[in-house]
T-cell receptor
Framework: GAVVSQHPSRVICKSGTSVKIECRSL??????MFWYRQFPKKSLMLMATSNEGSKATYEQGVEKDKFLINHASLTLSTLTVTSAHPEDSSFYIC???????????????FGAGTRLSVL | AQSVTQLDSHVSVSEGTPVLLRCNYS??????LFWYVQHPNKGLQLLLKYTSAATLVKGINGFEAEFKKSETSFHLTKPSAHMSDAAEYFCVVSFDTGTASKLTFGTGTRLQVTL
């Protein structure tokens, strides 16, 4: 199956700094990727839809200036947490839709996630 | 609007006994439904999916789920639990935007398997 690589797997940073998380589709192209946030013992919440060649679409309540998304190519999307604060500490996960085909379109492949800890 | 409710936040079973993880959904459209599993510090792995074909769906690792429209349910089952099944399980409903699907996740069920 398709593989989505997410890097780094874990990052610890000081309050006020910015952190970049990368999401790559390794063996397929993804014009769309999704970014999720998972709080401890909670479900995944969709933050934004990353679109190659255009602006990301953010879900209600997500600060677009706080969480910058850049879909630089057909295989790479990045999420930058700007001026991070302790409340931004969380598990961030990206996903990309499956390969072409009507049935595969509904399948998404997930990265392994990035655990962000802001001190 | 669509939503997913996982009725149990935590389920504990003995190894070798059946597993039942419950999920109810609400959707304005004919839904696509999924079960994903997340092992500690790992990404999510697709267990199985329902996309309006057969109502009984077989997935990987011996799991299966039955879509019951009358009950708006999509419960996940396995005849015999294995220690390696211990993980977090998410029931997910998909909304097709036209180019890609937006997923709505349930709150998850943590499955514990004891000896």
């Amino acid at each position: 199956g398709a593989v989505v690589s997410q890097h780094p797997s874990r990052v610890i940073c000081k309050s006020g700094t910015s952190v970049k998380i990368e999401c790559r589709s390794l063996d397929f192209q993804a014009t769309t990727m999704f970014w999720y946030r998972q709080f401890p013992k909670k479900s995944l919440m969709l933050m934004a839809t990353s679109n190659e060649g255009s602006k990301a679409t953010y879900e209600q309540g997500v600060e677009k200036d706080k969480f910058l998304i850049n879909h630089a190519s057909l295989t790479l999307s990045t999420l930058t947490v700007t001026s991070a604060h302790p409340e931004d500490s969380s598990f961030y996960i990206c996903s990309a839709p499956g390969l072409a085909g009507e049935l595969a379109k509904n399948i998404q492949y997930f990265g392994a996630g990035t655990r962000l800890s802001v001190l | 609007a669509q939503s997913v409710t996982q009725l149990d936040s935590h389920v504990s079973v003995s190894e070798g006994t059946p597993v039942l993880l419950r999920c109810n959904y609400s959707s304005s459209y004919s839904p696509s439904l999924f079960w994903y599993v997340q092992h500690p510090n790992k990404g999510l792995q697709l267990l199985l999916k329902y996309t309006s074909a057969a109502t009984l769906v077989k997935g990987i690792n011996g799991f299966e789920a039955e879509f019951k429209k009358s009950e708006t349910s999509f419960h996940l089952t396995k005849p015999s639990a294995h220690m390696s099944d211990a993980a977090e399980y998410f029931c997910v409903v998909s909304f097709d935007t036209g180019t890609a699907s937006k997923l709505t996740f349930g709150t998850g069920t943590r499955l514990q398997v004891t000896l």
